[in-house]
Antibody, heavy 119, light 110 residues
């Protein structure tokens, strides 16, 4: 069955970077858009952007454009989200989620990765 | 790219119906029939319950229904049950390959 498995929780200092991984299984990795979504404690979901694993094309929400980079490694079916210049407001659960080709909704989600930012 | 507007909270008694609104603009909700709704229980990842404004994935109860009028999409839950108590999030295409979530709504079953 389709599954997205994310890397474990991270504790980072303000000003540093964090890189979260999302390993896909149970489907052809290159066939589906892979999105990143975050959720600060007690807050709403926030869309960060997507990557197409087929060719590595990306599109970022304006808010994150200067600080986030999405990459992927097709050989291991894994996508990565790196966020730099971390601030306290970046403390959140980060999710990867996938949309089927031609689809407009997320049908599979990773389990989430908690990122804690401290000074 | 502003978040879509949802009420912060709604409540209802078991058996009642409730509706959650999701208001955007003609550039997102109003411009496309690409609104989906997600249910999220505490400590869990979201789960899709409505897509393309009014379609229900297989396995989702028919007590959940969606609609759209102008720049506002709506989620209706009929025959409220205790297990429906959760957070609900709307999500819409916003053009130029961009997407946006709503502010989320906490549903309390009294």
């Amino acid at each position: 069955q389709m599954q997205l498995v994310q890397s474990g929780a991270e504790v980072k200092k303000t000003g540093s970077s964090v890189k979260v991984s999302c390993k896909a299984s149970g489907y052809t990795f290159t066939y589906r858009y892979l999105h990143w979504v975050r959720q600060a404690p007690g807050q709403a979901l926030e869309w960060m952007g997507w990557i197409t694993p087929f060719n590595g094309n990306t599109n970022y929400a304006q808010k994150f454009q200067d600080r986030v980079t999405f990459t992927r490694d097709r050989s291991v079916g894994t996508a990565y989200m790196e966020l730099s210049s971390l601030r306290s407001e970046d403390a959140a659960i980060y999710y990867c989620a996938t949309q089927g080709s031609g689809s407009s909704h997320f049908d599979y989600w990773g389990q989430g990765t908690l990122v804690t930012v401290s000074s | 790219q502003s978040a879509l507007t949802q009420p912060a909270s709604v409540s209802g008694s078991p058996g009642q119906s409730i509706t959650i609104s999701c208001t955007g603009t003609s550039s997102d909700v109003g411009g496309y029939n690409l609104v989906s709704w997600y249910q999220q229980h505490p400590g869990k990842a979201p789960k899709v319950i409505i897509y393309e404004c009014s379609k229900r994935p297989s396995g989702v109860s028919d007590r959940f229904s969606g609609s759209k009028s102008g720049n506002t999409a709506s989620l209706t839950i009929s025959g409220l049950q205790a297990e429906d108590e959760a957070d609900y999030h709307c999500y819409s295409y916003a053009g130029s390959s961009l997407w946006v979530f709503g502010g989320g709504t906490k549903l309390t079953v009294l």
